[in-house]
Structures are given as structure tokens and as C-alpha cells.
């Protein structure tokens, strides 16, 4: 075995600090070279020690022979465990590579680098037993980006890193959107606190209403620009359509369409499924006080619009608005010429009627004359009408009940379900506003003998609780919507 050589001291160059690093080197492969042939038990191999010369910063393969050049050059003999294959010269580059145990020694070799823990490397030798300098940085891995920081992620789990990435980007802002419309007080965006109108404004300020009276369904609101309504400091009254027909006063006749509404966002608060409740009966405080105040003295066909002070359920305070349209009480539309054979029918000035059928041979089928043409809905067979009723007998025209026709006689209720089988049959279809004369047999009537049946068709309640419905008697008031103060009527015409 070879032993260490220091370097040729008649050459008179001292190590430097590189030299001896890499002398340093070279012995402790030699010790570890003599360890692994211990361990893996290999057997002998008798080579020549081989001696490692560096020029400069290149290393060259030399044999033990080679005399040791003056001051540019020095060598290091490195010893040769027995049973090992030579060393290769070291600079203070990667450390020198093993060999592997079996294939193809001469080719590639196991370089282990200082302060890696993955292990050694293959790197392929060059010919003449020398590591090129360009080649030296093909020689050392490429450490991955991820690296320093630890092994990337990969799979299922990226995906799901992805994943929270984005759901962070989505719910940051709007944590960050609700905490600052959180200081602002009311939680409310300052866009929509800014739309707040004055309910005591002119009502064509505030909002436009859609819907015909009388058509049979409940008028809409939109408020303008989207925005809600403050509290207004009184109960307001505005006309915004005026009607044709008869004038009322406390202890008329009326029958009321209320829907109710609220100034926050317009929606429909009567709490009925039409978004309508009807009123039959005598005006008079029954109806409400601000009701009775607003209607007194309009015509039958107008539209009124209160707006009242009012609370809602979160604590805010805005605007009820009403909406009254006083509904005729009396056949209104087209008036039209009676079929031949038919009953004559004749109004007195206190809108009471008289029947005549005389020199009129008697009905042996139902028949049905319309003398006026309404504009409302159509009938259907399970309706709730609110009518104005008589029936005379056809022999003597004498009233077989108590008629519900003149000015100061409220209507009466009439349960299409339940009336007499030639008025059910043949209104249906009829529309509201119509005035109709039925002649009737006796088998579709009270079945003693033929009758004439006069009917104004008013409205039709769909609401089913709204007082009592019996086919041959008047009906009970239903409730209306009540209110809490005293009006103070104003007057708006908006059509």
C-alpha cells in the first residue's frame, strides 16, 4: 500500500488553502473506499496505485511514476485499498465517483457531494480518467424549484389547495364589503339609503299605480327610481281617478275595493291571495274613519290613494299606502236591445225596477235577455257575486222576494253554487257589469211556477270568509282594512 505524499519540497511552494482542502478530501475517500471493500467483502484486485496531478485548475490522470513538476504543478499519491480499482484526482470541484458493483465499471461512476442527503449520483467518466472543467457543471444535479422549500404538492391535494385559493379570492371581498356597510350603521348600502323619498311628497313624485277598476283583480305600484318611502306626517288623500256615476255620501250604498300596500318596496300587504278585499254595505264608520272621510262625496268609479304613517315588522317606519276604488252599484256598460219575447224592464229614479211579462206566453226553457253589457270579467259556475237581485212571478208580477234594487238598498251576496238551477246555469259566462233578464220555467226555478229573475252583476268576491252567501238572501258587510288616524283629505287628480 502507497502511502500520502506531501508535496515536493524543493519545489518551495507552500499549500494553499484549496490544495489543502482537497488533500483532505482525497484521504478521507481513501478511508472510506477501505471501509466499503471491507463491508461488501469484494475480493482483491491488484492495480497500481494511480496518482492525482493537478495543472492548474484541470485535473489529468498520472501514474505513480511521473516526477513532480516545480512550483505550477503538485501532486498528491493517494493509497489504493487493496482489492479496489485506482482513484480519481480530486480539486475542490464534486468529490471523485466509486465504481458501480457490476456492469460497466469503466463508464459510470457514483459521485457522492458534500451536505446532500439525497444520496450519490451516476456521471458518466471521460476518457483519460479526467473531469473536464465544462463539463463539471453537467456533473452536479439540478436542484427543483421546489427544493428549498420542501416537495410540491401534487394530485388531489393541489386541486384542493387550488380550490381554497379561489374561494379566499371570492369571500375576502365580500367579508371585507360587509363589514364596511357594517360601520356604516344600518347595514344598509349607502346607494339604497340615498333613494329614500318623502312620503309627503306629490303622490306622482313617488310612484305610478296600474290596474283598470273593475276589471276584477287588484291594482299594482311601482315606486319611482326602486327607492322606499319615509313616514309622512299626516294621512293623505289623493283622487287620482275620478268616476261617472252615482255621487255617495254617509249611509250609501258601496261597495269597496281595498288593497293596501307598503312604501318600503311596493309589495301587496292586504293579505288576501287576489291582493284585494271587497266591502258591501252602508258607508258610515263601519269601514274605518279615514275611509269613510275619503269616500264621502265621490261618484261611484273613483280611485283614491291614502298614505298613513305606519311601522313595520324590522322596526322601520315608512308609508301605507291604500288604494279605494268605489265600485258602481248599478249596471254600468253598453246598454243593449232586449230579445224578442223577453220581459220589459223599466227603472224608477230611485233606481228601483218594474217587471212586466204580461200577453207573454210562459217559458217552457230558460232564456236569457242581456239589456246591458258589462266590461268586467266572466262568470264562472262556483263564483261569490255581489249582485243586485229581484224575482217576480210570471202569471201576476208580483215580487216572489224582497228585491235589492233602488239607490239606498245595499246589494246582497249570490253563491253561484248554491242559487236556483236557471240562474247558475245561465249566467255563467255573463260579465261583471251586466244586467240580465231570466225568464225561467217552473222546474228551474222554485218549481211551483214560471218566473222572470231581473240581476245586476256587481263584482265577484273569491273571497271565500267575506260574509254570508245565500242564493235568495242579502249577505252580511265583509271587513275592510281599518286605519288608525283621521284623514286629511287632498285632492290629486294623476290620470
Known amino acids: 500500500?502507497?502511502?500520502t505524499s506531501s508535496p515536493d519540497s524543493g519545489a518551495g511552494v507552500p499549500l494553499t488553502r484549496r490544495q489543502r482542502r482537497a488533500l483532505e478530501r482525497a484521504q478521507e475517500m481513501a478511508q472510506q473506499n477501505q471501509q466499503d471493500a471491507h463491508t461488501e467483502n469484494l475480493p482483491a484486485i491488484s492495480q497500481p496505485a494511480e496518482e492525482a496531478r493537478f495543472t492548474g485548475s484541470r485535473l489529468t490522470g498520472a501514474t505513480a511514476s511521473s516526477a513532480v513538476e516545480?512550483?505550477?504543478h503538485w501532486q498528491i499519491n493517494v493509497p489504493s485499498p487493496q482489492g479496489l480499482p485506482p482513484q480519481r484526482t480530486v480539486d475542490n470541484g464534486p468529490p471523485p465517483m466509486r465504481p458501480r458493483t457490476g456492469g460497466d465499471q469503466s463508464r459510470y461512476h457514483r459521485v457522492a457531494y458534500p451536505n446532500d442527503p439525497q444520496g450519490d449520483y451516476d456521471e458518466p467518466e471521460h476518457q483519460g480518467g479526467g473531469v473536464d472543467e465544462s463539463d463539471e457543471s453537467?456533473?452536479?444535479?439540478?436542484r427543483a424549484l421546489g427544493g428549498p422549500l420542501g416537495r410540491m404538492p401534487r394530485g388531489p391535494l393541489a386541486v384542493a389547495l387550488v380550490?381554497?385559493?379561489?374561494?379566499?379570492?371570492?369571500?375576502?371581498?365580500?367579508?371585507?364589503?360587509?363589514?364596511?356597510?357594517?360601520?356604516?350603521?344600518?347595514g344598509d348600502s349607502t346607494v339604497a339609503q340615498s333613494t329614500v323619498l318623502d312620503g309627503s311628497a306629490p303622490l306622482n313624485q313617488l310612484l305610478t299605480i296600474s290596474g283598470r277598476i273593475g276589471s276584477g283583480s287588484a291594482p299594482s305600484i311601482a315606486l319611482n327610481n326602486e327607492a322606499s318611502l319615509s313616514a309622512p306626517s299626516d294621512?293623505?288623500?289623493?283622487?287620482?281617478?275620478?268616476g261617472q256615476g252615482r255621487a255617495v255620501s254617509e249611509g250609501s250604498p258601496v261597495i269597496l275595493q281595498v288593497s293596501q300596500f307598503s312604501g318600503l318596496d311596493g309589495r301587496n300587504t292586504t293579505g288576501s291571495a287576489d291582493g284585494y278585499k271587497l266591502w258591501q254595505g252602508m258607508l258610515g264608520p263601519a269601514v274605518g274613519d279615514y275611509i269613510n272621510a275619503a269616500?264621502?262625496?265621490?261618484?261611484?268609479?273613483?280611485?283614491?290613494?291614502?298614505?298613513?304613517?305606519?311601522?313595520e315588522q324590522d322596526g322601520s317606519r315608512t308609508t301605507k299606502i291604500t288604494i279605494v276604488d268605489l265600485l258602481p252599484t248599478t249596471a254600468t256598460g253598453e246598454a243593449k236591445e232586449p230579445?224578442?219575447?223577453?220581459?220589459?224592464?223599466?227603472?224608477?229614479?230611485?233606481g228601483s225596477i218594474t217587471v212586466s211579462s204580461a200577453g207573454l206566453p210562459a217559458p217552457t226553457r230558460a232564456s236569457t235577455s242581456v239589456l246591458i253589457k258589462g266590461t268586467g270579467p266572466q262568470i264562472g259556475p262556483q263564483n261569490k257575486l255581489i249582485a243586485r237581485t229581484t224575482m217576480v212571478s210570471w202569471a201576476t208580477g208580483q215580487p216572489l222576494e224582497e228585491s235589492t234594487f233602488g239607490y239606498q238598498t245595499p246589494p246582497k251576496q249570490l253563491d253561484m253554487s248554491n242559487a236556483l238551477v236557471g240562474v247558475s246555469q245561465n249566467l255563467v259566462d255573463i260579465t261583471v257589469g251586466s244586467r240580465v233578464v231570466l225568464s225561467l220555467p217552473a222546474e228551474q226555478a222554485q218549481g211551483n211556477e214560471p218566473v222572470v229573475v231581473v240581476i245586476d252583476v256587481l263584482a265577484i268576491d273569491s273571497a271565500k270568509s267575506s260574509g254570508s252567501s245565500e242564493g235568495k238572501t242579502g249577505g252580511?258587510?265583509?271587513?275592510?282594512?281599518?286605519?288608525?288616524?283621521?284623514?286629511?283629505?287632498?285632492?290629486?287628480?294623476?290620470?
Open 138 to 142: 453537467q456533473a452536479r444535479p439540478r
Open 1 to 3: 500500500m502507497s502511502t
Open 235 to 242: 294621512v293623505l288623500t289623493d283622487v287620482v281617478e275620478t
Open 476 to 495: 252580511t258587510p265583509a271587513a275592510a282594512p281599518q286605519a288608525s288616524a283621521s284623514p286629511r283629505p287632498t285632492t290629486q287628480d294623476q290620470s
Open 163 to 186: 380550490g381554497v385559493v379561489i374561494l379566499a379570492m371570492i369571500l375576502v371581498p365580500l367579508a371585507v364589503n360587509k363589514l364596511i356597510s357594517g360601520r356604516n350603521g344600518s
Open 339 to 350: 230579445a224578442p219575447g223577453a220581459p220589459t224592464v223599466s227603472e224608477g229614479t230611485d
Open 295 to 311: 269616500v264621502s262625496g265621490q261618484r261611484e268609479g273613483t280611485r283614491i290613494v291614502l298614505r298613513e304613517p305606519a311601522d
Open 70 to 72: 516545480p512550483q505550477a
